[in-house]
């Protein structure tokens, strides 16, 4: 159940030395740092002592003090060092333990793997429902900044602040709001639209993605027994993170995150043959949204770093099997790709890198 510490890209978080003392907390810096200059300190100051006019017994008391202030500090160094080479270790696994941090289930791992490339960029954990530790898991614990203070965790406030930024998610309602668009779908059904709008529409997308002209003419196909693929997996991946979010901001408990976030993932694993497949529609969703060159190789790479993680930071996510299911919790707008709503779409104003 150990997960990398936030930051690093091992699977297991490495443990520290001296060299890494300025990922400490302050009070381990400190007590590390004394307990060096201190031994030092006395040992010269004792030398400084015998250079006096003092009596033997005189000088044989101070040495014995300055020993035992050395050896103290000595002490403190050796025993500071262990602590510290594995606190972050012990303080990992009390925050599973106080925030009720199960063991990932198979499921839970087959949705998490969807959105596992984006946690992936920036070092987070993959295969928890959360991205770094939160608040929301830890707060009925007295003083658990101070006992967990390796995580810097952050306030509610502070988690809510980051998703203002990027979605406007101020409460409760707002992800309800946001969550229903994204799975009756948000940018898809303009997708669907514009296909016939613009002459050299396919052509720039085919180019920012890098994806060959036989895997677009598809996401348009179907045979009558599933919907379109058209850029479902954009929104739905969405969706799942929006999810995650409205978790780490105390918006929704864990069990209602968890049941959003598999009714999605269940709608991924029925429209989609697999992951490749799944990453391929959402880079194409994301480059209709950007029309943006570096954005689009950036969400590329970001993918290929992911899937291609060398042994040893390969998470749980990354050797998950694909499951295939035969049905899913569809909405009408994908059951019926948009027909019974064609005219409110069309008289729908967007805001996207095409339009």
């Known amino acids: 159940m150990l997960q990398n510490h936030i930051g690093e890209l091992q699977i297991k978080p490495k443990k520290r030395n001296l060299g890494d003392m300025q990922d400490l907390p302050l009070k381990g810096r400190l007590a590390i740092t004394f307990s060096i200059y201190g031994s030092v300190i006395f040992i010269i100051l004792a030398c400084t002592i015998n250079q006096l006019p003092l009596s033997e017994n005189t000088l044989l008391i101070v040495d014995i003090i300055s020993g035992l202030l050395v050896l103290f500090c000595i002490y403190t160094f050796v025993s500071k060092s262990r602590y510290y080479k594995y606190e972050h270790i012990h303080q990992q696994k009390n925050y599973y333990k106080w925030g009720n941090v199960k063991p990932t289930t198979q499921k839970q791992l087959e949705a998490l793997q969807l959105i596992a ?60 709001e946001h969550y229903n668009n994204l799975i009756n779908g948000s940018h898809t059904p303009e997708f669907l639209l514009n296909y016939n709008k613009y002459p050299n529409w396919k052509e720039r997308l085919i180019e920012l993605t890098e994806l060959p002209e036989d895997y677009f003419n598809a996401c348009f196909e179907n045979d009558g027994s599933k919907p379109k693929k058209l850029i479902w997996a954009w929104d739905l991946w969405r969706a799942i993170m929006l999810s995650t979010a409205a978790f780490e901001c105390g918006f929704i408990a864990e069990d209602e995150a968890w049941e959003r976030i598999y009714r999605v993932s269940d709608i991924c694993h029925y429209l989609f043959d697999d992951l490749d497949d799944f990453h391929n529609n959402m880079r194409l969703g994301h480059a209709y949204w950007c029309n943006n060159q570096k954005q689009a190789f950036e969400r590329k790479n970001d993918v290929n770093a992911f899937v291609n993680a060398k042994i040893g930071e390969r998470r749980l996510v990354n050797d998950v099997a694909w499951t295939k299911i035969d049905k899913a919790e569809l909405t009408e707008n994908m059951k019926d790709d948009f027909a019974s709503h064609i005219d409110e779409i069309e008289n729908k104003p967007t805001k996207i890198g095409f339009n």
């Open 117 to 176: 490339f984006s946690r992936y960029k920036y070092k987070g954990w993959t295969d928890t429902l959360e991205s770094r530790p939160v608040e929301v898991r830890v707060k009925h614990i007295p003083d658990f900044r101070k006992k967990l203070d390796w995580f810097k965790i952050r306030t509610q406030e502070e988690e809510i602040l980051d998703w203002i930024d990027s979605w406007g998610l101020t409460s409760r309602k707002k992800y309800e």
